[in-house]
Nanobody, 121 residues
Framework: QVQLVESGGGLVQAGGSLRLSCAAS????????MGWYRQAPGKQRDVVAT???????NYAGSVKGRFTISRDNAKNTVYLQMNSLTPEDTAVYYC???????????????WGQGTQVTVSS
């Protein structure tokens, strides 16, 4: 199976920065897209940023210009550099990947356990 381990969340003051990491491991045969989502209390989970295998990126409008998604295919890891954080960025951040597993046909989505990001004013 596939495991995603996230790290890098925490408490930061408004205007500060954090860098999230998400490392995938297990019987992975290939990873297509990777992404970050977030869910604030009482709200639905929304996409923050995605990155394709060739490095093409997409961002939610609210984070464009402040957040940068990147990936290291050799390490099966996706990163989210978050700058100029505001209290509105407070949420649990989840990473996901579309991946194939050795011995199984097709690809499916896998989610990390989530990491809390709290931005104080």
């Amino acid at each position: 199976q596939v495991q995603l381990v996230e790290s890098g969340g925490g408490l930061v003051q408004a205007g500060g920065s954090l860098r999230l990491s998400c490392a995938a491991s297990g019987s992975i045969s290939s990873i297509n897209s990777m992404g970050w989502y977030r869910q604030a209390p009482g709200k639905q989970r929304d996409v923050v940023a995605t990155i394709s295998r060739d490095g093409s990126t997409n961002y939610a409008g609210s984070v464009k210009g402040r957040f940068t998604i990147s990936r290291d295919n050799a390490k099966n890891t996706v990163y989210l550099q978050m700058n100029s954080l505001t209290p509105e960025d407070t949420a649990v951040y989840y990473c996901n990947i579309w991946a194939g597993v050795s011995g199984m046909a097709g690809q499916r989505i896998y989610w990390g356990q989530g990491t809390q990001v709290t931005v104080s004013s």
